[in-house]
């Protein structure tokens, strides 16, 4: 079945360090690449998404890169900052009618002032 | 423009019961999305729905069920509760039903607890 694994599950960055996260789909039909943000207690927030026939977007601090060959797509904060502390998601949207996003597990991420 | 609401936000129930949680999405949003949320696992998809009908389902057992009706406010249905099924229950809507062209906006969950 589908699937998104996603790593690691837990980092830890100086502030003004940079912040690597990686994921892996399963299904070659993935076609649209989304990052969502989730603060403690507050809701997932898109920040970032690429599709398919694109293989890098940037935007200030962040950018997504997509290797459709290998199925992997990371994200990239750059200069982070403590307010950039939260949980991070990476998901792939199967082509086809309607949605259907399989998320990652999630990566934890801490800023250190 | 008003947000995703979800009711209740927080609900107990106790092993067996059954339990009805609502969704009211974004005004003119038709598709709604419903995952189930717990620690360590993300986001797991439980089912898509669009003009009151479902499109897409995820690996949940039968005992997950969903609906929509005419207005796009979604419920989601789960019978014969257990324990594993405590988790933070959000449904995200979006205008249409294309991922890449429709961002999916989230409501603030329901925090479902069995007991």
């Known amino acids: 079945g589908e699937n998104v694994e996603q790593h690691p599950s837990t980092l830890s960055v100086q502030e003004g360090d940079s912040a690597v996260i990686k994921c892996t789909y399963s299904d070659s039909a993935s076609n649209y690449f989304p990052w969502y943000k989730q603060e403690l207690g507050k809701r997932p927030q898109l920040i970032i998404d690429i599709r398919s026939n694109v293989g890098e977007k940037k935007d200030q601090r962040i950018a997504v890169t997509l290797n459709k060959t290998a199925k992997h797509f990371s994200l990239h904060i750059t200069e982070t900052q403590p307010e950039d502390s939260a949980v991070y998601f990476c998901?792939?949207?199967?082509?086809?009618?309607?949605?259907?996003?399989?998320f990652g597990a999630g990566t934890r991420l801490f800023v250190k002032a | 423009k008003a947000g995703v609401t979800q009711t209740p936000r927080y609900l107990i129930k106790t092993r067996g019961q059954q339990v009805t949680l609502s969704c009211s999405p974004i005004?003119?949003?038709?598709?709604v999305s419903w995952y189930q949320q717990t620690p360590g696992q993300g986001l797991q998809f439980l089912f898509e729905y669009f003009s009151e009908t479902q499109r897409n389902k995820g690996n949940f057992p039968g005992r997950f069920s969903g609906r929509q009706f005419s207005n796009s406010r979604s419920e989601m249905n789960v019978s014969t509760l257990e324990l594993g099924d405590s988790a933070l229950y959000l449904c995200?809507?979006?205008?249409?039903?294309?991922?890449?062209?429709?961002?999916?906006?989230f409501g603030p969950g329901t925090r479902l607890t069995v007991l």
């Open positions: 998901a792939a949207s199967i082509r086809g009618g309607g949605f259907k996003t399989i």
């Open positions: 005004s003119g949003h038709r598709s």
């Open positions: 995200a809507s979006s205008l249409g039903t294309s991922p890449e062209f429709n961002e999916q906006f």
